[in-house]
């Protein structure tokens, strides 16, 4: 039913993510935040029904110990990521309303096959199998809660793993079905400054392991991903900062690499 809990903080979410603000009195709403991780995406799957444009793909969000270790986590969390948050790379891009002003680059992949629920897990080949494509990303991410940090992974969860605005990069060369993409090097830049510089491994140990670990979150939480949707999986850098006006440069060694400018 539309008035339930869930429902309710969906609506105040998605209403704060629509006029870029923050929720700081979390005390106010505490009778129905999410008690756990499952309230959590029971919430958050409100969201693709708010969207005009719909689910573009998904993210995890806090795919390392330090990231987990600062959000306050136990484990990743699953973030729907949607159509009308996202642009291309070739775009003029406007840097929407965001409190932590950071810039994530990532490994994105595309999907060959819908989710299997028939399936019990993804194993490392079935989670090959499912990959169609590999694509170079920036996420821009963001919070609904200001003291983010604090609230706990259920309410983070439900915040949609801090998914905001995404910019979807070219589509990297497929020799990486030749390598081992957890000893992948991949930069990303700052007007030609500021640098930040990671492996592959610095998400959940590759970005095959985090895209398995993201199939099994979603079958476990009987959350449907589709043919042609994008899986993000995580940031591969420390997280840079940004601001209006910024050129980022993301580089992902021989596979290729891309820029673009926030306005």
Known sequence: MKNDYQYKLANILWSHWKNGTSIDDIIAIKDILPKDRNDGYKVQKHFSKF????????????????????????????????????????????????????????????????????????????????????????????????????????????????????ILGPKLSDNWKNKNLKDQKVSISVNDKIREFGLGENVLGSPILALKWLLNELLEYEIPLKQGHFVSTGTVTKPIPIKKGDILKADYSDLGNFEISLN
Not at 53 to 76: L, T
Not at 105 to 121: A, C, Q, Y
Not at 134 to 157: H, Q
Request: hydrophobic share 40%; aromatic share 10%.
């Open 51 to 166: 969207s005009k444009k719909g689910i573009f793909g998904w993210k995890i969000a806090a795919s390392n110990k330090a990231g987990q270790e600062h959000i306050g986590s136990r484990s990743p969390l699953a973030g729907v990521l949607l159509e009308e948050k996202k642009s291309n790379y070739i775009e003029n891009i406007s840097l929407l309303p965001n409190q932590m002003l950071v810039a994530e680059v990532e490994f994105i992949f595309k999907m060959k096959h819908d989710l299997d629920f028939r399936k019990s897990n993804y194993s490392e080949q079935d989670t090959l199998l499912i990959i169609e494509s590999l694509f170079a990303g920036i996420e821009l991410p963001d919070s609904r809660f200001l003291n983010f940090t604090k609230v706990g992974e259920a309410n983070l969860i439900a915040d949609n793993a801090c998914a905001n605005q995404f």
